[in-house]
């Protein structure tokens, strides 16, 4: 199937919604049904609505400020879902708990703007992986329109680059409480120091790592043996800004970044 067959049948999915709120995280996915919406519905039938937290990284943050360059309907919400116990306490079905309490605030932002869906850029890959969140957005009846078009990850990449988009070849992002072991109760200082020491890995050359916090040591999860053998060469670096922020240890996964990997615990 060809990436203008796929582009069309999105397009089709996307008009038999009518109007729709876009949970918009500034991730690839999210961005390319941002565009693609733009391409097919009138500026006032749709709002992309990103809601800003401690579970967010900062490296997503400046794509939501291409989605306010570029003109499109969109609202920030700032929200805590640590005030949540259940979330804070991050058991196994934290994702599931979380996604309900935001999905919950898109929906009520639907109902405030006469809109009829909300909807979310999960893809056919999604469920490759334990997903807890997408039992949360079924039950509340969120649209995943790359879905019901047949999308890949590496379609939602190939229709991005076609359209120019900035995050078109970005890592895949994740929740920053992903980076902490379930039954550890989260905390916004933990959350804080493994977004800035992902952020200074990411300036430093390590796109798309990953850094655990297991009994306040740091594992880092980087992407190929380049990285491996890179980081090796900057552990002085590495070693004096991870450790800055309390971290006791700092130690390298020899497997590298899997994604769900601490799903596995």
């Known amino acids: 199937m060809t990436a203008k067959t796929k582009e069309q049948q999105l397009f089709t999915v996307i008009k038999a919604y009518g109007s729709m709120v876009i949970a918009y995280s500034g991730g690839v996915d999210s961005t390319l049904l941002a565009a693609a919406t733009e391409r097919c519905l009138a500026k006032d039938k749709f709002m992309l609505v990103n809601i800003n937290?401690?579970?967010?990284?900062?490296?997503?943050?400046?794509?939501?400020?291409w989605a306010e360059n570029s003109s499109m309907p969109l609202q920030i919400i700032q929200m805590n879902p640590l005030d949540d116990p259940i979330v804070r306490s991050n058991t196994p079905?934290?994702?599931?708990h979380c996604k309900k309490i935001i999905m919950g605030k898109m929906l009520e932002v639907a109902e405030q703007l006469?809109?009829?869906?909300?909807?979310?850029?999960?893809?056919?890959?999604?469920?490759?992986?334990y997903r807890p969140g997408l039992q949360a957005t079924a039950e509340l009846e969120i649209k995943h329109p790359f879905v019901e078009a047949g999308f890949t990850k590496q379609d939602i990449?190939?229709?991005s680059r076609h359209y120019g988009l900035p995050n078109w070849n970005e890592p895949a992002a994740a929740c920053l409480a992903s980076?902490?072991?379930?039954?550890?109760?989260?905390?916004?200082q933990t959350l804080k120091i493994?977004?800035?020491?992902?952020?200074?890995?990411?300036?430093?050359?390590?796109?798309?790592?990953?850094?655990?916090?297991?009994?306040?040591?740091?594992?880092?999860?980087?992407?190929?043996?380049?990285q491996l053998l890179r980081a090796v060469e900057q552990r002085a670096?590495?070693?004096?800004?991870?450790?800055?922020?309390?971290?006791?240890?700092?130690?390298?996964?020899l497997v590298g970044y899997r994604q769900g990997a601490m799903n596995r615990n």
């Open 114 to 129: 006469n809109f009829a869906v909300v909807a979310d850029g999960t893809n056919l890959d999604d469920f490759d992986d």
């Open 93 to 96: 079905e934290r994702c599931y």
């Open 157 to 159: 990449r190939d229709l």
């Open 194 to 226: 493994v977004d800035e020491a992902e952020t200074f890995l990411h300036q430093l050359g390590f796109p798309g790592c990953r850094v655990r916090i297991i009994d306040n040591n740091a594992k880092l999860e980087l992407r190929g043996e380049e």
């Open 237 to 253: 670096a590495i070693i004096e800004k991870l450790q800055a922020s309390g971290l006791k240890e700092v130690m390298l996964d």
């Open 179 to 188: 980076r902490i072991p379930h039954h550890i109760s989260l905390d916004e």
């Open 53 to 65: 937290s401690v579970f967010t990284a900062t490296l997503e943050n400046q794509f939501v400020a």
